[in-house]
T-cell receptor, first 113, second 114 residues
Framework: GAGVSQSPSNKVTEKGKDVELRCDPI?????LYWYRQRLGQGLEFLIY????????KSGLPSDRFSAERTGESVSTLTIQRTQQEDSAVYLC???????????FGPGTRLTVT | GDSVTQMEGPVTLSEEAFLTINCTYT??????LFWYVQYPGEGLQLLLK?????DKGSNKGFEATYRKETTSFHLEKGSVQVSDSAVYFC?????????????FGSGTQLTVLP
């Protein structure tokens, strides 16, 4: 079946612009995660959605970052007034509730010029 | 907070060589431990996991043993292949609380030469 998909695969934007990244989780997966991977570093947790519960936003680095999820489907990560330090690969993952295995999408490579 | 430290790369080996990628962690309680692999141009995939002390995770010839006394989860493979060339990430998940996210190491790039 279809895995986690993300769009766009690459995004180049100018400093100060807003960007929106999209994630389509695996159908039936109630949990959804966003991570950020800076060059040469591991993945940093950003935000976690589980069903209709309030999201865990503890990893968002600033108030310029926000994310939404409609029910148990698509999620969008929005970065306002992008800065050069926002340049990274943004990864989305989904899982069944209570399961350890997270399935990752291919990521969106964001470059802020 | 929780953290994962893994062996810095890149690592270059010849085919059929023995592989070890070291991973140590800092966490409260007894987290679950994972190795993820990212092949070129693909997303991260779970390679193996261990959920309690002394458990051994294994998959595709790779193994890792959860060592509580040394807080380690080293990845090993007896004979690597060119197709094993990838980036390997060690990760943990807290044992308790509501946190479900993974905490990752920085990744180790492995290149296997024919």
């Amino acid at each position: 079946g279809a895995g986690v998909s993300q769009s766009p695969s690459n995004k180049v934007t100018e400093k100060g612009k807003d960007v929106e990244l999209r994630c389509d989780p695996i159908s039936g997966h109630t949990a959804l995660y966003w991570y950020r991977q800076r060059l040469g570093q591991g993945l940093e947790f950003l935000i976690y959605f589980q069903g209709n519960s309030a999201p865990d936003k503890s990893g968002l680095p600033s108030d310029r970052f926000s994310a939404e999820r409609t029910g148990e489907s698509v999620s969008t990560l929005t970065i306002q007034r992008t800065q050069q330090e926002d340049s990274a690969v943004y990864l989305c993952a989904s899982s069944l509730a209570g399961h350890y295995e997270q399935y990752f999408g291919p990521g969106t490579r964001l470059t802020v010029t | 907070g929780d953290s994962v430290t893994q062996m810095e790369g890149p690592v270059t080996l010849s085919e059929e060589a023995f592989l070890t990628i070291n991973c140590t962690y800092t966490a409260t309680g007894y987290p679950s431990l994972f190795w993820y692999v990212q092949y070129p141009g693909e997303g991260l995939q779970l390679l193996l996991k261990a959920t309690k002390a002394d458990d051994k995770g294994s998959n595709k010839g790779f193994e890792a043993t959860y060592r509580k006394e040394t807080t380690s989860f080293h990845l090993e493979k007896g004979s690597v292949q060119v197709s094993d060339s990838a980036v390997y990430f060690c990760a943990l998940r807290e044992a308790s609380g509501s946190a479900r996210q993974l905490t990752f190491g920085s990744g180790t790039q492995l290149t296997v030469l024919p």
